[in-house]
């Protein structure tokens, strides 16, 4: 079992920015990083493993990174938009399959809000 915890979300104007931070109990081969909007479905934002991958919405303003020794990845947000409010999860998985899927990761947290005011 792995546990998660996120933490670094809260209310930021548009155009801001916004560093979230996850450590887990332990080491997992890759991590990520999703969203919920209200009434959306959950939805893959960045993952890092032995590669980098972002879905294309958040492309040149989000930046995923991890650090190994403390077992945390951290998901830094700029020129966030409001369309970029929602609850982020951070996810990981013993094993990298495709990485852009919610079935993809076995663990997950409890999730921190994001909200951004237009």
């Known amino acids: 079992q792995v546990q998660l915890a996120e933490s670094g979300g809260g209310l930021v104007q548009a155009g801001g920015s916004v560093r979230l931070s996850c450590v887990a109990s332990r080491r997992t081969a890759v991590m990520g990083w999703f969203r919920q909007a209200p009434g959306k479905e959950r939805e893959f934002v960045a993952y890092v493993g032995s590669d980098i991958y972002y879905t294309d919405s958040v492309k040149g303003r989000f930046t995923i990174s991890r650090d190994n020794a403390k077992n945390t990845v951290y998901l830094q947000m700029d020129s966030l938009k409001s369309e970029d409010t929602a609850v982020y999860y951070c996810?990981?998985?013993?094993?990298?399959?495709?990485?852009?899927?919610?079935?993809?990761?076995?663990?997950w947290g409890q999730g921190t809000q994001v909200t951004v005011s237009s």
């Open positions: 996810a990981a998985a013993d094993v990298l399959r495709v990485g852009i899927r919610t079935r993809d990761y076995t663990y």
